[in-house]
């Protein structure tokens, strides 16, 4: 993996700007050396919170025999300045998106700016993140084929300038396929391919009937997700479908294993014990981590 | 302010649940005394940055003569498990919302069942924010007459069950009038009324150059910001439609106070020093804290 593309940046405007300000990561060209900072980088993890992206890259850290004395922590790149979390432990950097396409488009755009600044090549993409699940056992990981939007597209909308711009949401097939053999039968949870739908809300678009707004029943609810399920989603969160057609848009490889904390089609709400949820939200760094150990040559090694 | 409505959540599951998880917030009905806790709430404040949430509590206490002791700090109510971060001084709640309209929509739907669940009555709420500017000098605080789409609409669209659904932005006309009223002509900042226009971006939906992607020239983009500047827009961010549709929707009236941090017709990067933002950033709420002075009877107070 030391060689490989570096990172295209389809926007003429940058090659010009003599400063770049990533505002929302509290970094810059001027105000940081970013060659030296982040040139190494291979793989970029991202989720939602910034407390488990923290978590994510002390495992990613035992997973590549990072030694992290007792006592030590791991300094967040960001210094509470950044509207994100960002830590790095060798050639990984894990970088929280907050909740939403929005979120995540900021992140994704100053992300993308900041491996190009740095001179990155060869780097790969992971969302680790937390879904609904749709006929699965709450607790199982779902590898994304394909990113769809609330109207079961594989769209990614914008408005721009005014005008509705549609971006296709592909996600690279080797990567995710890469992904699911690393699953491992002898893992005490299961480990699924399917769709994945992206909504803007957690509650009603989500088909949810516990959010302060509902203006439809039970039976419309379930025939809607009784659709979804019939095209082959199995999750819904909120991101895949920017992450797939930003990381696109830019040519970058990327895949996403999200761990269901609920099953849609038996409920709404997420009452689950929290530490079953904190051990759950562990299981798509396990596969992202031996995808990393694999890629860098290196044996597989026991995990917690 | 001691009366007034109670919350009306248009939601009829709502009161048939035996609990309800208020997940994001990691509060619920059945582990914690939420009238108790929350019982006297007739503010609520809300912000993008966690941090910037933490210091308008604090500020908050201030105006508000609630002492707390040298050494002593506010209490996180969702002590670092909750997705946004919670504070409470007196009667005002300041929670973060992070950045983009679901991740707001999320807290919305929560917080509102929070105040109904708390049994709270005459509650208004407040977005107190950053922006860019249109045409105006950086620091100026807009308070929002009307929001608008990046279709500069005033209409909040979600995709329910695969339809869209376009809800009317309104906020409430007095409240706006009695922040603007709060203004003083001796404060170091102007504050102006105008028009918001809330995108689903920072970088290709607000019509910058300089994001990752970007497919037009200069001449597009300030042709849109001078079309949105032609309707009155006066500044940009990403979450206003949101708070006006879901708080209209409750019946719950609302404000929000934005500073802007960059003037768009001018550029795009925010290049100001961390020191001037800083203290720009405490503008909406100083407005906020004499309106809430105002309204619980108590006199005008000078603060920093």
Redesign the interface.
């Given at each position: 993996m030391a060689s490989g593309s570096p990172i295209h940046?389809?926007?003429?405007?940058?090659q010009g700007?003599t400063?770049?300000?990533l505002?929302?990561l509290a970094l810059g060209t001027n105000s940081h050396d970013l060659p030296s900072m982040f040139g190494d980088l291979k793989f970029v993890c991202v989720g939602?919170?910034p407390?488990r992206m923290e978590k994510v890259a002390l495992y990613m850290a035992d997973a590549l025999d990072i030694d992290i004395p007792t006592g030590m922590a791991l300094n967040n790149i960001g210094h509470?300045?950044a509207?994100y979390a960002i830590y790095k432990v060798g050639p990984v950097l894990a970088i929280s998106h907050?909740?939403?396409?929005?979120?995540m488009?900021?992140m994704?755009?100053?992300l993308?700016?900041l491996l190009?600044h740095a001179g990155c090549t060869g780097v790969t993409l992971f969302r680790v993140g937390t879904c609904g699940g749709l006929g699965l056992e709450p607790g199982s990981v779902v590898v994304t084929e394909e990113a769809l939007?609330?109207?079961?597209q594989p769209s990614y909308d914008?408005?721009?300038?005014?005008n509705v711009?549609s971006r296709p949401c592909v996600l690279d097939k080797d990567t995710a396929n890469d992904l699911m053999g690393c699953a491992s039968t002898e893992d005490e949870f299961a480990t699924v391919k399917g769709k994945t739908m992206s909504?803007?809300?957690?509650?009603?678009?989500q088909?949810r009937?516990?959010?302060?707004?509902?203006?439809?029943t039970e039976d419309?609810?379930m025939?809607?997700l009784k659709?979804a399920h019939d095209l082959g989603v199995r999750n819904i969160e909120?991101e895949a479908v920017c992450f797939a057609a930003?990381s696109h848009?830019?040519q970058l490889k990327g895949a996403v294993a999200c761990v269901t904390l609920v099953d849609r089609l038996k409920g709404d709400?997420?009452?689950s014990s929290?530490k079953d949820m904190e051990e759950w939200q562990m299981r798509p760094q396990k596969l992202v981590a031996r995808y990393i150990r694999k890629n860098l040559g290196l044996p597989p090694k026991d995990m917690p």
């Amino acid at each position: 993996m030391a060689s490989g593309s570096p990172i295209h940046i389809p926007n003429p405007h940058v090659q010009g700007m003599t400063e770049d300000v990533l505002y929302h990561l509290a970094l810059g060209t001027n105000s940081h050396d970013l060659p030296s900072m982040f040139g190494d980088l291979k793989f970029v993890c991202v989720g939602g919170s910034p407390r488990r992206m923290e978590k994510v890259a002390l495992y990613m850290a035992d997973a590549l025999d990072i030694d992290i004395p007792t006592g030590m922590a791991l300094n967040n790149i960001g210094h509470g300045k950044a509207r994100y979390a960002i830590y790095k432990v060798g050639p990984v950097l894990a970088i929280s998106h907050g909740m939403g396409r929005p979120s995540m488009s900021i992140m994704m755009h100053e992300l993308f700016k900041l491996l190009h600044h740095a001179g990155c090549t060869g780097v790969t993409l992971f969302r680790v993140g937390t879904c609904g699940g749709l006929g699965l056992e709450p607790g199982s990981v779902v590898v994304t084929e394909e990113a769809l939007s609330p109207l079961l597209q594989p769209s990614y909308d914008q408005i721009i300038l005014g005008n509705v711009v549609s971006r296709p949401c592909v996600l690279d097939k080797d990567t995710a396929n890469d992904l699911m053999g690393c699953a491992s039968t002898e893992d005490e949870f299961a480990t699924v391919k399917g769709k994945t739908m992206s909504a803007d809300d957690f509650y009603e678009e989500q088909g949810r009937l516990d959010g302060a707004l509902c203006n439809y029943t039970e039976d419309d609810k379930m025939a809607y997700l009784k659709r979804a399920h019939d095209l082959g989603v199995r999750n819904i969160e909120m991101e895949a479908v920017c992450f797939a057609a930003l990381s696109h848009a830019v040519q970058l490889k990327g895949a996403v294993a999200c761990v269901t904390l609920v099953d849609r089609l038996k409920g709404d709400q997420i009452t689950s014990s929290a530490k079953d949820m904190e051990e759950w939200q562990m299981r798509p760094q396990k596969l992202v981590a031996r995808y990393i150990r694999k890629n860098l040559g290196l044996p597989p090694k026991d995990m917690p």
